[in-house]
């Protein structure tokens, strides 16, 4: 395991809030996905934090059950950046085809009077100082 994929890891389990014991039910429950079959629970938390703290290296076979439990595909383990949590990443695919739909639909609205078209300066810059009106009168009225 090259220098690194420790901190890497305990930066992925942190990010996502998960203890030693909720990263090695994850990475069972990866496993079990695969049909693979994982070492007691103390023995899998004694391995994640060898793992952290680059005591050991971390097999092919680990990489892949970490990268199922964090929900990222196998070429961005040890990323330096720690990634969102998985309920935040959507397929490339998926991702484009929202915001093809966003845009279609703001254009729609826009067509239709319903909302501003804000790449108009004038119109963004109006509605900007609408909105901090509108909060400061929020602001007083709870004074």
């Known amino acids: 395991m090259r220098q690194g994929h420790g901190q890497w890891l305990r930066e992925q389990r942190q990010a996502r809030g998960w203890g030693a014991t909720e990263t090695a039910r994850r990475l069972r ?22 793992w952290e703290d680059d005591r050991s290296g ?25 990634e969102p949590p998985p ?22 609205l826009q067509a239709r009077g319903i909302i501003p078209d804000l790449t108009d300066t004038r ?10 009106a509108a909060r400061r009168e929020l602001d007083g009225s709870r004074q």
């Open 29 to 50: 429950a990866a496993a079990r996905s695969a049909g693979d079959k994982l070492p007691d629970n103390h023995c899998l938390i004694v391995m994640i934090y060898r």
């Open 58 to 82: 971390i097999s092919e076979r680990y990489r892949l059950h970490y990268c199922r439990a964090l929900g990222i595909p196998p070429a961005e383990f040890g990323a330096r950046e720690p």
């Open 87 to 108: 309920a935040a990443i959507l397929p490339d695919d998926t991702a484009l085809m929202l915001a093809e739909a966003a845009l279609m639909l703001t254009a729609a």
């Open 123 to 132: 119109t963004a810059t109006d509605l900007v100082a609408r909105m901090h």
